[in-house]
């Protein structure tokens, strides 16, 4: 499975009202790699761990301090749970992993007991409490926090854990990120306004087009566009690319001298996890002017 990229960075040079925009930098995203295969070990808490074999790997520990055995999930690329091992009472689960890898346990019941998404550091612990135990089936509630663009063109709803940057390093252009903490969906608004060219809702299409095949196909430029419809003014592109593994929805508008675009996508292979969640933001999408 292919991640979305660290940094992306969609640079939009200024065109003549009916030219085309200049392709915008290729968004390479790094190899994903599930952690290794590890049993739990029951040593005790103060015990030192070995450092992992692979110099971009991390260790993840968890001492289960309940009085019920736990399991550990990975949730792979595919959003689905991968047992990676339990620790009984007291004993301690320890694996090698990888950054925005994200983890999950559960007591022998089933039940969601604790979430936790692996960072940079090279060692990490995250324990299970008693109180986590006792408190086991509360799954996590994605919280939603509403965005309105500083340039007052667009207000949509956006997860409050997902990771969220802004990039005004290219004149004109501003860039708005908000990415998911495993790297396998991305909310991205950008706009152009170089306060002279006016912009009608065509040369906004071909905007978008070059946005999308330059910024997400990994160079290839293979976006296919399965639905392209305009509702209330704003017009909307669904589509995908075979090559990067992509797919999403592209809505636009061209206003005056600004045009707005804002893409929501997902990694294919994270398609149930994400698809829903991204069809709720899109529905909470509007343009105000």
Not at 107 to 130: C, I
Request: proline residues 7%.
């Amino acid at each position: 499975m292919k991640k979305l990229p660290i940094l992306l960075t969609l640079a939009v040079m200024i065109l003549s009202a009916c030219g085309a925009p200049a392709p915008a930098p290729t968004a390479v995203p790094p190899t994903a790699v599930p952690p290794t295969a590890a049993p739990p070990t029951a040593v005790p808490p103060t015990a030192t761990l070995e450092p992992c074999s692979e110099a971009d790997q991390v260790v993840f520990e968890s001492i289960n301090n309940s009085d019920e055995e736990i399991t550990f999930f990975w949730i792979n690329f595919d959003g689905k749970e991968e047992s990676y091992g339990a620790a009984k009472p007291g004993e301690r689960f320890n694996i090698c992993t990888f950054e925005a890898n994200k983890w999950v346990a559960r007591n022998a019941k089933g039940e969601f007991v604790l979430e936790y998404t692996v960072s940079a550091d090279t060692a990490q612990r995250f324990d299970v409490t008693q109180e986590m135990a006792d408190n086991a089936g509360q799954e996590p509630v994605v919280e939603f926090i509403q965005f309105d663009s500083p340039d007052g063109l667009v207000s949509v709803e956006a997860p409050g854990d997902w990771e969220y940057q802004e990039d005004n390093s290219t004149p004109n252009v501003m860039s708005y990120i908000f990415r998911s903490k495993d790297q396998s969906a991305l909310m991205h608004y950008v706009t152009f306004d170089d306060g002279k060219t006016h912009w009608n809702q065509g040369d906004a299409g071909k905007l978008a087009l070059s946005v999308l095949n330059s910024g997400y196909t990994d160079g290839a430029g293979d976006i296919k566009i399965s639905d392209d419809k305009i509702v209330d003014g704003i017009e909307y592109l669904t589509w995908n690319s075979s090559k990067s593994q992509f797919s999403g929805v592209t809505a636009f508008k061209a206003n005056g001298t600004l045009v707005g675009l804002i893409t929501f996508l997902y990694n294919d292979s994270a398609k149930d996890q994400y698809a829903p969640q991204m069809d709720y933001l899109t529905s909470t999408l509007k343009f105000n002017k």
